[in-house]
Every structure is written in structure tokens, then in C-alpha cells.
């Protein structure tokens, strides 16, 4: 620790703090523009000069280190001075449209340029003009003018969204920050730039001119779109989101958000169901009041109940439900007597819930991922999957830590991976297996019977020796690990490496409530069918909450043809194209916006938040419908007069005594693939297509990443198939065919066609984990 005084107090800070730190532990505030905390220091803005006793000019504060009898003065008259001609320099070239600027309000400049500007200049030279840049559609670059050249956004593309691109180019007054040979920004966290930003040169190209910042109520909330549950502020005006912006939470989201968190809200003005609707026995729909839809739904199934059993209905929602909505949906079914009730509408296996233990959870808090020495991470499109979490390992590898990758498709992390395996679907509980016979090598440990035969290649070798060694190790299973017909088996292989290495086994878990729906329950009890196998065999009737079945199940149009040919269908849904061709009866509900509600996150931490707009014409939030319909159905436990009695009583038992990642399940390889029945199909989920609100949401959906591409294949699978890039050809399942357009892809296994899920092209082939034949058109 060393030792300074800075404007007469005195303060400890450890070896290598700037005065910057030492000024922020005291509460000194010092004027900056270029210094941030969660970046490099560039010292380009020179904004924060302070007098240092004993020193022959002023000093940057943010890159001057603290020694011991260091002497500060950050406002004695040579600092004021300095901090003074610094201003009246960046203002120079600075374009004068306070009054049109969206930054204007909450921007550094307008704010320091009070306090250090002067009222007049004495440059009188033309200024300089800067042309406008496409940066993509969420990014507005129509003011770069305005620049600084703080390079606050350089430096985060390439520390924190891990890759560069953004720079500087030219020099002296010709200097601008551009992209490389005018590209579009891509990266999933590229909104935090409007937001670092320090003057108004980078903005929200959704939001604007679309409102002013004193005219924004600014209410917080939960973001609804990955296990992260990031913090956010909802700005709103006149009822209406107009923004969305972080709320700092060291230990959730830091400061930061994905694009995905950011731009959703678009998708809330479109599609939206208005108000019940009831199909009438000519098959057209017709307005209701919602007396009379919650009559039709509640009779229709007490009649299917009566007449059937509670057997042949079931009750179908996504993780982006709330835990209270949840908890309703699973009394419904129950006080029905029946246990067909799931929220996991991409898991296939039905061993995995026969085998668990517990609620399968990350296994540590979010802020742990910085502070693991070894991890391996398992079936996820990190970025996609989980952008915020990737960027804490992102972190973390520059501190050290051995990131090491068994996956799908060699998609670039933007960070440095020890070692990586990128294999076939049907080969990930092999590759766990050949990582397990490497580790019982270096252990000592007597390789178990289920791996005779299994070799470890060169790569599971590296990947072993990683786990071994170091302190603290995680085995972080994804998305496709959970979602597969093996997840049961994989989870196993995982949970015996980790046993080996005194590690801990993890999931990133799929969405905004996945633990959520283990901790209320609404997953299928004892005899009771998860929702892959409702939606493959026809029930009677069926209760979705918030199903889009096309997009949002492993099954594709599979699942929406089932729907389609039940008797019966009560859907409570948000958007009126999710279930207007295959339901009976449509319940308007909000979305995460417009109700109260709680989502537990991936780190088991509950997190609950209210309703920051009026429900949307006629809808009403989902767990009130449901309690109103438990009431009709004369069902126990429907007494509830508020989101929050729902929640204690899920939440009345301790959460970390529920959550385990312990399985029952058997070790073990699967048998190789017979490569005659055809390619193996990688359906990664693209960021921008992961749920009902996302994929309306129009800036969100003209990124590239929401493209839809040809089925890519690697290179030397395309010549043994004698089939050239850019040939069309016709890809079929059992379900259904497509004809695509074909890409050579070096990060794709061989063997395998990648072709993403949640388009409607691609939901005709039905199952997301099946084989494709392939011919040439």
C-alpha cells in the first residue's frame, strides 16, 4: 500500500493505483473524459490535470502513479487553469447542437464545459467537420464531429467486446475514429459504446430523436433474454419505452448489457394481441370480452378434464416466464390432477429430469467466472448463448485463466482458448470421455469400464492438463449439452472429470427463468410428459404461455402441427401471430414490461421487478389470468392477491438447499454415427432469434447476426459430396425439406451441415438434433 494526500486528506491505496484511484476512494472528484473504469488507461483527453507538489507542470491524474508523500491539489488555481485550457481546446472544433444533440442532458461535455468553459472563444478559424459514418443499425454515427477522440469505444470493442472494431485514423485535426474500411460494428455488446460515449457523437440510432432525457422516467427492471438477468433501466415516456439503458450490478452485469438486453423493446409496438379472441366452429376468430374467453377456455377444459382425464391435458411456456407465472401454470395442471407441465420447449431427453438432482444451476455467482484459474466449457455459441458471461471469462483469460472449448462450431469467442475441440453432436459425450481417460492418466485414477476403448487425442490431452492443474476449475455445460438426446449422459461424463480435478460442474442454463422453473415446479412431475413429448404425441388440450411452437421448440413446425391438431388450445400469449393458427382460444398477457414478476438467474439469485408501463390495450399480466382461471376451474390455492404472495411461496424454502448439479445418471460413449443415414445437423440459435420479443424487434433483426445464411459446410465434406459453394441443394428430414444455398465453412465438423434454428425456413425440418440428407438441385 502507498501513502498520499490529496487536497489536504490522506489516503492508502495499493502499489499501482493511479491518483485517479486514490481521488475516487477519497471522493474527490476529478474531471475526465478518456478515464474509465472498466478500460485502459489512454490519457488522451488530459482533462483530469492536477498540480503534484514537487512537479514541473500539471499531471494526468488517471496515469500519474501514486507514490508514498505523494502531494495532491486536484482545484488549487495551477489545476483549475490547466483543466481550464484543456476545455477551451476540446471545444474548438466542437459543432454548437446542444439544443438537437440526444446526448444533451446527460452529456461529460455539456457538464464539465459549465463548471471549466468559457463564454466565448478565441478561435474564430472555420471548425472542422467530420463526415458522418455507418456504424449498422443500432449504432448511430451521424455526429462523429462531435468526437473527442477519448477513444473510450476503441477501447472497449477491443477490451471488453473483444474485438477492435473501431480506431483512429489520420492525424493532428485529421484525426477520426472510424471502422475498419467502413464496416458495420457486429459485436452483441456494441450498444455500451453509446453509453461510455462521453459526448454525443455515438447514439442509439432506435431511439433517436425520438424524446429528450429530461422528458424519461427512468424505472428499473430485469432483462428477460439470457440467464444473466442483467439490471437495466427502462426509460419511458408517456407510457411508452423509449430506451433502455445498464444499471450498474458488480455482481450481476457490472455495467454493462448485451444489444440483445438493450434493443428488445422494439418488439413490444408490433404484433401485439389486443385483446381475447375466440374461435368461432367456422374457423374464424372473433372478439370477446374476457368474461366470455376465460368462460370458453375454463369450460373447454373442464369438459376435456371430465371427460378424459387430466392426463391428456398439458401445460406448455418458455424460460422467459416469470417464476410467479410458472408457479400459477403448475398448480393449473396440478389442481387438475394431472403432471404434464414444462417450460424447457428445446430439451430432448427424458432421462435428464429422471436423473437430476436438484435444480441444474452454474454452480457459483455470476462474479466467480472472473476468478476461476481452469474452466471447459461444453456445447455453448458462447457469445450467442450467453454474451455477458463470455465477456467475464474474456476478462478473466487476460488474468490468467486457461480457457479450454468442447463445441459445435469453431465460432471465434474473441478471447484465447488453451485448447479446443469442435466435434459433431453425436461425438460431444465422446470428446467428454476422451478428456475423462486423459484425466485418469495424469490422476493415477483406474479408467472406468464404460471408457474401455476410448482414446484421448492430442487435444483432449492439453485440455486435461489444464483441469489438473490450477487451483479452481469449472465444467460449464451450455446450451446444446442440456438441449441434446444425450444431455443426461454428457452431464455425467462432465461431473466425473470434475470429480477427478476437485472441480464443479456448471450450466449457463438457456434463458432468463430455467431455474426458475425447477424451483416452481413447473416441470413435469412423477409420470407427468415434458413438453418435447406433448408436442409430439397430440394431447387433448394444452395450456401455452407464451409459445411461438415453430420457433421457440426442438420440434420446429412438428410442434405447431400438433398444436394445430389438438381439440383444444388456450393460448396466453403477447403477440397474435405466435398462436392465431393453431389455438382455440387467445388470452392477451404482458410481457416482463408491463407486469410484476420475479426470473431467478443462471447463479440461482433471485431478482424481482414491477411493471414499468400500463398493460398494452387490453392485455393482462399472465399470473392474474391464471389465478383467475384457477378461481373459475374452483381450484385450491388460488387466493394469491398479488405477484409477490406467488413468489414467497415458491421462494419460502432456502434456494441453495434446491439447487444441484449432482446426476444419477451412467458414463459412457456413444455409439459412432452411421454417416450413410446422412450429415449430422449443428443448429446453433443465433443471438438475435432466441425468443418472441427479440425476433420482432426491428433494428435487432437488420444485423448481420440475424441474417439468414446457407447451411455451412466444411470444406472437405462439400468435395466428397462433389458439391461446390454456392450450389443449391435440398436438405430433408422426416418433417419436412428445404433448398439452400451451400457455404464452405472450415468451422464446422465434418460430417455436418450447420443450419440455425429459430427461422421459419429452417422449422420445416422439424427436430433441431436429427440427420439431413442432402442432394443437388
Known amino acids: 500500500m502507498v501513502e498520499l494526500t490529496i487536497d489536504g486528506k490522506t489516503v492508502e491505496v495499493p502499489e499501482g493505483s493511479m491518483v485517479m484511484h486514490a481521488a475516487h476512494k477519497l471522493g474527490v472528484y476529478v474531471p475526465h473524459f478518456c478515464y474509465h473504469k472498466k478500460l485502459s488507461i489512454a490519457a488522451n483527453c488530459r482533462m483530469c490535470l492536477v498540480e503534484v507538489e514537487k512537479a514541473p507542470k500539471p499531471m494526468p491524474a488517471c496515469a500519474t502513479p501514486a507514490t508514498n508523500g505523494m502531494v495532491v491539489y486536484t482545484q488549487s488555481e495551477l489545476a483549475v487553469a490547466a483543466q481550464k485550457s484543456v476545455m477551451e481546446f476540446l471545444l474548438i472544433n466542437h459543432p454548437l447542437d446542444c439544443p438537437i444533440c440526444d446526448q444533451g442532458g446527460e452529456c461529460q461535455l455539456q457538464d464539465l464545459a459549465v463548471g471549466y468553459g468559457a463564454s466565448s472563444t478565441r478561435y474564430m478559424e472555420e471548425k472542422r467537420v467530420v463526415f458522418h459514418k455507418s456504424f449498422g443499425p443500432l449504432v448511430s454515427g451521424e455526429e462523429m464531429t462531435r468526437c473527442i477522440h477519448c477513444t473510450r469505444c476503441v477501447r472497449f470493442g477491443q477490451e471488453i467486446g473483444g474485438l477492435m472494431e473501431m480506431g483512429m485514423i489520420g492525424r493532428g485535426e485529421h484525426s477520426e475514429i472510424t471502422t475498419y474500411l467502413g464496416h458495420t460494428i457486429e459485436s452483441e455488446l456494441s450498444g455500451n459504446m453509446i453509453d461510455i460515449c462521453p459526448v454525443g457523437a455515438l447514439t442509439s440510432k432506435p431511439f433517436r430523436y425520438s424524446a429528450r432525457t429530461w422528458e424519461l422516467a427512468r424505472r428499473r427492471s430485469v432483462s428477460a433474454h439470457d440467464s444473466l438477468g442483467a439490471n437495466i433501466i427502462v426509460q419511458v415516456k408517456l407510457d411508452e419505452i423509449k430506451r433502455v439503458v445498464p444499471f450498474e450490478n458488480e455482481d450481476v452485469n457490472e455495467c454493462w448489457i448485451s444489444d440483445r438486453d438493450r434493443f428488445a423493446y422494439e418488439g413490444l409496438a408490433v404484433d401485439r394481441l389486443e385483446q381475447p379472441m375466440v374461435r368461432g366452429d367456422d374457423g374464424e376468430w372473433r372478439e370477446a370480452t374476457w368474461a366470455d374467453a376465460l368462460k370458453v377456455a375454463t369450460e373447454g377444459l373442464a369438459a376435456i378434464n371430465t371427460k378424459e ?160 492443474s490450477g487451483q479452481t476449475r469449472a465444467i460449464l455445460l451450455g446450451n446444446a449439452v442440456v438441449h441434446a438426446q444425450n444431455a443426461s449422459q454428457m452431464a455425467a461424463n462432465a461431473q466425473w472429470i470434475a470429480q477427478q480435478v476437485d472441480g464443479r460442474v456448471g450450466y449457463l442454463t438457456a434463458a432468463a427463468n430455467t431455474v426458475g422453473a425447477y424451483l416452481s415446479q413447473a416441470v413435469p412431475g412423477e409420470n407427468g410428459l415434458s413438453a418435447n413429448e406433448m408436442l409430439r404425441e397430440p394431447l387433448s388440450a394444452y395450456i401455452t404461455l407464451n409459445l411461438e411452437p415453430a420457433l421457440d421448440s426442438s420440434l420446429g413446425i412438428r410442434a405447431a402441427a400438433t398444436l394445430k391438431n389438438a381439440p383444444f388450445v388456450v393460448a396466453l400469449t403477447t403477440y397474435r401471430s405466435a398462436a392465431q393458427d393453431w389455438a382455440n382460444v387467445m388470452l392477451p398477457i404482458g410481457p416482463y414490461t408491463e407486469t410484476s414478476g420475479t426470473f431467478v438467474n443462471a447463479a440461482g439469485q433471485p431478482q424481482s421487478f414491477k411493471g414499468v408501463v400500463t398493460g398494452f390495450a387490453q392485455s393482462r399480466p399472465a399470473w392474474k389470468v391464471l389465478r383467475v382461471m384457477g378461481n373459475l376451474l374452483e381450484l385450491p390455492h388460488f387466493e394469491d392477491e398479488s405477484s409477490e404472495s406467488v413468489r414467497d411461496s415458491v421462494l419460502s424454502e432456502d434456494i441453495q438447499s434446491r439447487l444441484n448439479n449432482e446426476t444419477k445418471a451412467s458414463i459412457g460413449v456413444q455409439p459412432k454415427a452411421d454417416a450413410a443415414k446422412g450429415l449430422e445437423r449443428v443448429a446453433d440459435l443465433p443471438i438475435y432469434r432466441s425468443d418472441a420479443m427479440v425476433r420482432r424487434a426491428d433494428a435487432l433483426q437488420q444485423t448481420p447476426a440475424s441474417d439468414f445464411k446457407p447451411a455451412r459446410i466444411h470444406p472437405e465434406t462439400l468435395a466428397s459430396l462433389s458439391i461446390e459453394e454456392g450450389e443449391k441443394v435440398r436438405l430433408s428430414s422426416d418433417s419436412g425439406e428445404v433448398t439452400i444455398a451451400v457455404q464452405a465453412d472450415t468451422t464446422v465438423p465434418q460430417g455436418a451441415v450447420r443450419l440455425s434454428a429459430g427461422f421459419a425456413q429452417t422449422a420445416v425440418l422439424g427436430c433441431v438434433d436429427s440427420q439431413l440428407q442432402m442432394e443437388r438441385i
Open 309 to 468: 382425464g387430466a392426463a391428456k391435458i398439458g401445460a406448455i411456456g418458455t424460460e422467459t416466464a416469470t417464476l410467479e407465472e410458472m408457479s400459477l401454470l403448475a398448480r393449473l395442471i396440478r389442481g387438475l390432477g394431472g403432471e404434464n407441465v414444462d417450460m424447457r420447449t428445446r430439451m430432448l431427453d427424458p432421462e435428464f429430469d429422471a436423473n437430476r438432482n436438484g435444480a441444474p444451476w452454474l454452480g457459483m455467482p455470476i462474479a466467480d467466472l472472473g476468478h476461476q484459474d481452469r474452466v471447459l466449457v461444453v456445447g455453448s455459441f458462447m457469445r450467442a448463448d450467453h454474451p455477458l458471461m463470455t465477456q467475464r471469462l474474456r476478462q478473466a483469460v487476460k488474468r490468467g485463466t486457461q480457457v479450454n472449448s468442447i463445441d459445435l462450431a469453431a465460432d471465434d469467442p474473441f478471447m484465447p482458448l488453451h485448447a479446443r475441440m469442435t466435434v459433431r453432436p453425436s461425438e460431444m459425450a465422446n470428446a467428454l470421455a476422451q478428456v475423462a481417460v486423459a484425466v485418469a492418466k495424469l490422476k493415477s485414477v483406474e479408467v472406468p469400464a464404460e471408457f474401455a476403448g476410448v482414446v484421448a487425442d492430442e487435444t483432449a490431452q492439453r485440455i486435461a492438463e489444464s483441469l489438473v
